[in-house]
C-alpha cells in the first residue's frame, strides 16, 4: 500500500515539474518575442532639429579667398582719443581712427575675415585762418605729441599707421596733411616746431 502511495506522489511530482518547466519557457518565449533590440552606431544618429540648430554652421574661415585693402571705423578709440585732445585744451577737433588692412574675399563675394595691420588717425580742427603757418605749425605739434604718447601696442595692429591733420578756416579754406607716424615722431625728436614742422609734413 505504502509503495503504491509513493509511486503516486512521484509521478504527481514530475507532472508538476513538466508542467512548470513548459510555463516557464513560453513565458520566456513570450518575453524575447515582444523584446526590440535596437543597435545604435555612430553613423545612426540624427540630431533633433533643435540640436542642429544649436550646431554652428561650418566655418568658413578655411575657405579660399582673395586679399582686398579695407578699412573699419574704430569709434571706441576715436572717442577716447579725442578726449585726449580736450582735456588737453584742444577743442573743435572732431577725431575718426580706422584699422587698415585687408579683407578675405570669397569668389561669391563674401567677406571671411579682416586682418588688421594698422590703425590710422584723422583729425579735423576748425581754425580761425590759416594765414599763419607758425601758429599752425605749433598747433601741429602740440597735437602730435598727444597722439604719439598713445603706444602703438594700444591700437589695432602691427604697424604704425598713418596721421591726418585737416585744418578748416572760417573762410572755409582747407589745408590737409597726410605723413606716416613714425615720421611725425622722428621730427618731434628731433625739435622741430612752427612753419618748419609744417613745410616738413606737406611734403612728406
Same mark, same amino acid.
Given at each position: 500500500?505504502?509503495?503504491?502511495?509513493?509511486?503516486?506522489?512521484?509521478?504527481?511530482?514530475?507532472?508538476?515539474?513538466?508542467?512548470?518547466?513548459?510555463?516557464?519557457?513560453?513565458?520566456?518565449?513570450?518575453?524575447?518575442?515582444?523584446?526590440?533590440?535596437?543597435?545604435?552606431?555612430?553613423?545612426?544618429?540624427?540630431?533633433? /532639429?533643435?540640436?542642429?540648430?544649436?550646431?554652428?554652421?561650418?566655418?568658413?574661415?578655411?575657405? /579660399?579667398?582673395?586679399?582686398?585693402?579695407?578699412?573699419?571705423?574704430?569709434?571706441? +578709440?576715436?572717442?577716447?582719443?579725442?578726449?585726449?585732445?580736450?582735456?588737453?585744451?584742444?577743442?573743435?577737433? &572732431?577725431?575718426?581712427?580706422?584699422?587698415?588692412?585687408?579683407?578675405?574675399?570669397?569668389? +561669391?563675394?563674401?567677406?571671411?575675415?579682416?586682418?588688421?595691420?594698422?590703425?590710422?588717425? &584723422?583729425?579735423?580742427?576748425?581754425?580761425?585762418?590759416?594765414?599763419?603757418?607758425?601758429?599752425?605749425?605749433?598747433?601741429? &605739434?602740440?597735437?602730435?605729441?598727444?597722439?604719439?604718447?598713445?603706444?602703438?601696442?594700444?591700437?589695432?595692429?602691427?604697424?604704425?599707421g598713418y596721421i591726418g591733420i585737416q585744418f578748416i578756416s572760417e573762410q572755409e579754406q582747407v589745408l590737409n596733411l597726410w605723413f606716416r607716424r613714425?615720421?611725425?615722431? +622722428?621730427?618731434?625728436?628731433?625739435?622741430?616746431?612752427?612753419?618748419?614742422?609744417?613745410?616738413?609734413?606737406?611734403?612728406?
Amino acid at each position: 500500500m505504502k509503495i503504491k502511495f509513493f509511486a503516486i506522489l512521484l509521478g504527481c511530482l514530475l507532472v508538476l515539474g513538466m508542467l512548470n518547466s513548459c510555463s516557464f519557457s513560453e513565458r520566456l518565449q513570450s518575453l524575447l518575442e515582444k523584446a526590440t533590440i535596437t543597435v545604435v552606431t555612430r553613423d545612426s544618429i540624427t540630431p533633433s /532639429p533643435e540640436e542642429s540648430q544649436s550646431q554652428p554652421p561650418a566655418s568658413l574661415s578655411e575657405a /579660399p579667398c582673395a586679399y582686398i585693402w579695407a578699412s573699419q571705423s574704430l569709434p571706441e +578709440e576715436s572717442r577716447q582719443i579725442e578726449q585726449l585732445l580736450n582735456q588737453a585744451g584742444i577743442e573743435d577737433v &572732431r577725431v575718426v581712427a580706422e584699422a587698415f588692412g585687408e579683407n578675405c574675399v570669397t569668389a +561669391e563675394g563674401q567677406i571671411v575675415r579682416f586682418a588688421v595691420m594698422q590703425t590710422d588717425i &584723422r583729425l579735423f580742427i576748425n581754425v580761425q585762418s590759416l594765414s599763419d603757418q607758425t601758429e599752425l605749425g605749433n598747433l601741429t &605739434r602740440n597735437l602730435l605729441k598727444i597722439i604719439t604718447d598713445i603706444p602703438v601696442t594700444d591700437l589695432p595692429g602691427s604697424q604704425p599707421g598713418y596721421i591726418g591733420i585737416q585744418f578748416i578756416s572760417e573762410q572755409e579754406q582747407v589745408l590737409n596733411l597726410w605723413f606716416r607716424r613714425d615720421v611725425a615722431e +622722428e621730427l618731434l625728436q628731433a625739435g622741430v616746431e612752427g612753419e618748419e614742422l609744417l613745410q616738413k609734413l606737406q611734403i612728406k
